[in-house]
């Protein structure tokens, strides 16, 4: 960080700068001049919050995804599959136990395993092969799906979120005030909420896990230049299953997380790959906070694009994308 | 007697070789409709509806055998015109059933007028613009279109229910347009206002934005999305525990809705909506078409009842049938006899006698229903109302229709037509 500011102080001082009007923006009141200009601060609120949440849910997908592409430069283009299988497990978990919790780690396991049989199986075979294993995975991918269909159908699933995570929770951020005077804090979704803290802990710990533990600088290492670390006597097989099992699991469980507070159906899959390849596109490549940033920034550009300009909503995304490939090719974390 | 013997022999002449050659060669349908996408459980129930209508006749008419190929298109205009160039072009069919979607049947319109000598019979797609604009001759429309559907269901919330306030969400395309100008047009000249109009991508997922800027100050939110968006929709609208009415467009509550899993739809329950059908419909030709459809399927492959999609296809399907019995199977000279029998004769369908208007576009009825719980653990429609011949131009002169312009975002100006 200080490395970063010290390197490009003009950055530090822009990037500083916007987070401190976004701040600024979420905790003052507005005045009425404001509120005349850009809406109601409720609505730019609720595009702000709607974005970050929608953004913890594409981390959760292109963590997973851009662990497993840094480490074994294998592209998984079949990491949409994962999820949509996640979210129809995770269905039929919760339907059948009545517990929404309990579908977690069924799911992880089950995706987990189904990704170390992917891992073992296929991709072993044609390591380094990387454009047949990319083939591989779309063709994985066609598949997956069309099993998907035959068994779950085409209809739309929606997961029903627990009673204690129904309905909207009042946060300690002032949206406006009555005529009367009277403060209004804002009303947003708990389950929202949920997933967005679930996403900040999941992040920490896949932080924690890379940074302060032996898997982790095993991780690490090779990321950095694997044949070295396999050179050194690490039986980096079992390191390459771990993640490419850690990330699949944490596919499924975005999943489910995705059939809370959206909906399932055929083509959710391919959604979320693309998402995913944009988030890691725009955050860089094998970058866990990358992957962090990039789902921030096309979360809230979703949003608030949707909110403010429908018609141009669906263009933001692609733009950013194709703003960071022109000036920035390994995306804004990535290394060159 | 010799006379005749002789007249009946020249005239077995004359029909014989034409009735040989015909036997020779299977009339093709091709059914173009989207399998992929927000409609895509809806387009396999048109598939569904095809095949019944099919087995119905034998899969015969006119004398000929009939076949059908189907090609899966995704919603998107320029997938639904390379699908019918591949229909015509590489699998040689002689009629398309289809489109789907609002503004594949504009392209499709367009893509007619380049094969003159081949039939194309409107799928579902309900875009007004198909058959309004610059109609082509051999495109011919026996589904009310999207602006049809909407019509009634202004003055039945106005009168019945009092919601004269009413904020809209509707998808930002052409048949989100077009069905929402059907309500709006009634719902204005029976005196509704409409505060605030929101607009909203097709394929949208994630709507919590869009459902913070509803404005509180309405009696109802007139919601004109469908299938997955609509599915999205609920979901997130429950979550943010807003309670205001809400008022359906067409294709909010069709079964792909209704019968999704998960509990986002059960918002819906005391919604009106209105559309070309109503499932509880007591005619005795919904009815009977209604068991064919069940008796035909399983029941885990098919709805509980025929989706609005699979009606489309089916009505779609009879009009190729009995045109091609009219002719007799005769699809020479660039199919101009089959081209006649289509515009003219009146068709008999499960939701009533259909006839097409000068453009080759259908007047018929429209339903109005409501979400109920079927008692069951599931939603179903409810018939309200019916209203009968409802007209392409919404009971205007066509002039002072073409005055109000066609339908857009801002289409139509609800105060000229005299709401608040």
Redesign the interface.
């Known amino acids: 960080m200080t490395a970063f500011v010290s390197r490009h102080p003009v950055w530090s001082v822009i990037i500083g700068l916007v987070v401190a009007v976004l701040l600024w923006s979420i905790f003052a009141p507005w005045s009425e001049a404001m509120e005349e200009t850009f809406?109601?601060k409720?609505?730019f609120?609720?595009?702000v919050?709607?974005?970050v949440?929608?953004g913890a849910l594409y981390f959760l997908v292109a963590s997973g995804f851009t662990l497993i592409f840094g480490l074994m430069r294998n592209v998984n283009l079949a990491h949409g599959s994962l999820y949509l299988l996640g979210g129809y497990i995770g269905?039929e978990v919760s339907?059948r136990t009545g517990s929404w919790l309990l579908a977690f780690p069924v799911v992880f396991i089950v995706v987990a395993a189904l990704g170390l049989i992917l891992q073992n199986q296929v991709f072993r075979r044609m390591e380094g092969e990387e454009l047949r294993q990319t083939m591989v995975t779309i063709g994985l991918s066609v598949v997956i799906a069309d099993i998907l269909l035959w068994i779950w159908?085409?209809?739309?699933?929606?997961?029903?979120?627990p009673d204690w995570l129904?309905?909207?929770m009042t946060l300690p951020i002032v949206s406006g005030t009555r005529s009367s005077g009277e403060i209004v804090f804002l009303?947003?979704?708990?389950?929202?909420m949920a997933i967005l803290f679930a996403a900040i802990v999941v992040g920490f710990a896949m932080w924690f896990v890379l940074n302060r533990t032996k898997l982790g600088m095993l991780v690490r290492a090779g990321v950095d230049d694997r044949e070295m670390l396999a050179a050194s006597g690490v039986r980096i097989q079992y390191v390459f299953l771990a993640v490419f099992g850690f990330g699949a699991g944490l596919a499924g469980m975005a999943g489910i997380i995705g059939?809370t507070?959206?909906?399932l159906?055929?083509?959710e899959d391919t959604?979320f790959l693309l998402a995913s390849l944009v988030v890691v596109i725009v955050g860089g490549m094998g970058s866990i906070p990358g992957a962090a940033i990039g789902a921030l920034v096309i979360g809230l550009a979703?949003?608030?694009g949707?909110?403010y300009a429908?018609?141009y909503?669906?263009v933001f995304t692609f733009l950013i994308m194709a703003a960071v490939l022109a000036f920035r090719p390994q995306g804004l974390l990535g290394r060159s | 007697m010799r006379k005749t013997l002789i007249a009946a022999a020249a005239a077995a002449a004359v029909t014989l070789p034409s009735g040989a050659m015909a036997q020779d060669e299977p009339i093709k349908l091709g059914v173009l409709v989207a399998l992929?996408?927000?409609f895509?459980?809806g387009g396999?129930d048109g598939v569904r509806n095809v095949e019944l209508a099919l087995q119905q006749a034998g899969f015969e008419a006119g004398g000929r055998q009939i076949e059908y190929v189907v090609a899966p298109s995704d919603t998107t205009p320029d997938t639904a015109v390379r699908q019918a160039r591949k229909l015509i072009e590489q699998d040689g069919v002689d009629i398309i059933i289809g489109p789907l979607s609002g503004s594949e049947g504009i392209a499709m319109r367009d893509y007619a007028k380049t094969v003159p000598d081949k039939t194309i019979i409107n799928g579902i797609s309900g875009a007004l613009e198909t058959t309004w604009v610059d109609p082509a001759e051999n495109f011919f429309r026996f589904n009310l279109d999207g602006s049809q559907w909407g019509a009634g269901l202004g003055t039945y919330v106005v009168e019945e229910k009092g919601w004269t306030r009413v904020a809209t969400v509707a998808a930002?395309y052409s048949f989100g347009y077009t069905n929402f100008l059907g309500f709006a047009v009634d719902f204005c000249r029976a005196g509704g206002e409409i505060v605030e109009r929101?607009?909203?991508?097709l394929g949208?997922?994630?709507?919590?934005?869009?459902?913070?800027?509803l404005p509180d100050d309405v009696d109802a939110i007139y919601l004109g999305v469908g299938?997955?968006d609509a599915?999205?929709f609920l979901?997130?609208y429950?979550?943010?525990?807003a309670e205001t009415n809400l008022i359906g467009g067409t294709i909010m509550a069709d079964q792909?809705?209704l019968?999704?899993?998960?509990?986002?739809k059960e918002a819906l329950i005391g919604t009106p909506t209105s559309g070309p059908l109503a499932t509880d419909d007591p005619s005795e030709a919904w009815q009977s078409y209604v068991t064919a459809y069940q008796e035909a399927f399983p029941e885990d492959e098919r709805f509980p009842t025929p989706s609005l999609f699979g009606v489309g296809y089916y009505i779609a399907t009879l009009a190729a049938l009995q045109g091609i019995n009219e002719v007799g199977g005769d699809l020479s000279d660039g199919q101009a006899a089959l081209h006649e029998a289509l515009s003219t004769t009146p068709l008999d369908t499960p939701l009533g006698t259909v006839e097409l208007n000068e453009n080759r576009q259908a007047s018929g009825s429209v339903f109005i229903t409501e979400v109920v719980e079927d008692g069951e653990g599931g939603l179903r429609n409810e018939f309200k109302a019916r209203v009968d011949n409802v007209t392409q131009t919404l009971g205007m002169t066509p002039d002072e229709f073409r005055a109000m312009g066609l339908p857009s975002r801002d289409n139509p100006d609800c105060a000229a037509l005299g709401g608040g």
């Not at chain 2, 929101?198 to 991508?201: Q, R």
């Open positions: 809406g109601r409720r609505i609120l609720n595009a919050f709607g974005g949440t929608l269905f339907e159908g085409g209809q739309s699933y929606t997961i029903f979120a129904s309905g909207p009303r947003y979704p708990a389950v929202r059939g507070f959206q909906s159906s055929p083509g959604r979703e949003q608030l949707l909110v429908p018609t909503s669906v | 992929e996408g927000a895509a459980e396999a930002d929101f607009w909203v991508p949208s997922s994630d709507f919590g934005g869009v459902i913070a800027s299938g997955t599915i999205n979901n997130q429950n979550q943010t525990g792909t809705v019968t999704s899993r998960g509990r986002a």
